[in-house]
């Protein structure tokens, strides 16, 4: 079946440090990936997407390149706030008709000022 | 923006009690999901709908979660009677496929304690 694992965290840096959370995923054909974002008390909502290999997602600072070889999709920035504070979670759809996703269990990131 | 709206935001029950959920999905999203989230964890997909019909509920445990979408809008998720390991966050979705890629937005999420 599908399944995503993702770097343990918690994660804690300092404003202005690189960030990478691994993301890694097991599928048979081709996903679609996806990285979701939940602020404290809040749903989800859709950072990044990426529907083919070697497509790089991105939005507001944020990267993430689909990668079939190694079957990842890690997330980059390369300067985080204080405001990136997070849970970042990975996620993949199969084609087909019930296109479900299917999670990550999520990773906690803390940016220190 | 549009937005999924869900009601209420925070519910507290006490065990053996009857708890009701509702989404108002995005106009037009024919895909309705209904995720359970336990904290620390990523969600977990309790049930999809494709305009009024079930797709999925295979992981939706039917002696005591039921789950409507009459006229193919809104949805309601039901737990009676709610047990203590019920307590999580219910997060409701609909989708739209956006290049190619079926993408979920998410409402806030209703976050439920059992006593």
């Known amino acids: 079946g599908n399944s995503v694992t993702q770097m343990e965290g918690p994660v804690t840096l300092s404003e202005e440090a690189f960030l990478t959370i691994n993301c890694t995923y097991t599928?048979?054909?081709?996903?679609?990936l996806f990285w979701y974002v939940q602020y404290p008390g809040e749903g989800l909502q859709l950072l990044l997407k990426a529907t083919k290999a070697d497509d790089k997602g991105s939005n507001k600072g944020f990267e993430a390149t689909y990668r079939k070889e190694t079957t990842s999709f890690h997330l980059e920035k390369g300067s985080v706030q204080v405001s990136d504070s997070a849970v970042y979670f990975c996620a993949l759809t199969r084609s087909g008709s019930a296109r479900q996703l299917t999670f990550g269990s999520g990773t906690q990131l803390t940016v220190l000022p | 923006e549009a937005e999924v709206a869900q009601s209420p935001r925070y519910k507290i029950t006490e065990k053996s009690q009857a708890v009701a959920f509702w989404c108002d999905p995005i106009?037009?999203?024919?895909?309705l999901y209904w995720y359970r989230q336990i904290l620390g964890q990523g969600p977990e997909l309790l049930v999809q709908f494709q305009d009024e019909s079930v797709v999925d509920d295979s992981q939706l445990p039917k002696d005591r979660f039921s789950a409507e979408r009459l006229k193919g809008v809104d949805s309601t998720l039901k737990i009676q009677p709610a047990e203590l390991g019920d307590s999580a966050m219910y997060l409701c979705?609909?989708?739209?496929?956006?290049?190619?890629?079926?993408?979920?937005?998410f409402g806030a999420g209703s976050r439920l304690t059992v006593l």
């Open positions: 599928a048979t054909g081709y996903p679609s």
């Open positions: 979705a609909s989708s739209l496929v956006v290049s190619g890629a079926n993408v979920l937005t």
């Open positions: 106009s037009g999203h024919a895909t």
